[in-house]
């Protein structure tokens, strides 16, 4: 009778599925190296996700993924149109070189911004998916971060494409087209990336405690644009005001950006090391801000 009782039991046990229980606890982070295994096993998930959220974006739109291009370039003509009127005119000699500026200045800009702003909604547009599925909730705002360049990438034939023709008609503007310190334009997209990602895990946070946070980056990340080294030059701050270039967690690639894009220049070894360190700091307090609070989610989404 006990024989099978216990065989019962143990054909039970064995099909029963695998329950979690998470417990009220304190703010902690969950062990990492078991976490990011996960991440990484489960990034398949992320970039599908990222695949059918940019589907779904453009699906009524005639033009669709066209407006990726024709947004920012739209916006880039107008601030280009704004600011020669207040310097009182482009001259034949920086006219192209101010579009071009404002253009691939503009293009970064909102590749981070994306990146921050989608990733911010991340969690709670995800709500379905945190309440059904366990797995990292890292991975939401990394969805949204691969849908970002999947976004940005098309901008830069773009770029090329108007240079060129600009070139024609203003044959003598120094903006360089094939010049080694290309080479370093990865590495730049790249640190911006990481640090908007780790923004993005910080913001994600704020937006689930505090709904509004998703409409405050509207404005946010306008006056963020304005403060940035995009509507104007690096150049332009000079002694203890150039430390406003590097408080800003974008200046640095930024500024990289226009000596590489415009100047055709290395980036300065100030901006590498500011690039570096929000890299760090953006990375570090967004994943213990995030992963800290991640049980969280799923009570208040």
Known sequence: ??????????????????????????????????????????RTFALELARFADKAEYLESKLGKAWLVLNPLFLSLVYFLLVTVLRGGASKTTGLSTLAHILIGIFVFYFAQNIISDGAQSITAGGRLILNQAFPRALLPFSSAVRAFGQFWPTIPTYFAVVLIGKIFYPKTHIPLADWNYAWAPLIIAALAITAFGLSLIFAVMNVYFRDTSKLLTYTTRIWLYGSPVLWKPEMLHGWH????????????????????????????SEFVGMGVWIILSMVIGTYFFTSRERDFAVRV
């Open 242 to 269: 150039r430390a406003f270039l590097f408080v800003n967690p974008l200046g640095p690639c930024l500024a990289a950006t226009y000596h590489v894009w415009i100047d055709g220049i290395s980036p300065s070894t």
């Open 1 to 42: 009778m006990s024989t099978k009782g216990s065989a019962g039991s143990e054909r039970k046990s064995a099909t029963s599925p695998l329950i979690q229980v998470f417990e009220p606890h304190k703010a902690k982070t969950p062990p990492l190296i078991p976490y990011f295994t996960e991440f990484w096993a489960r």
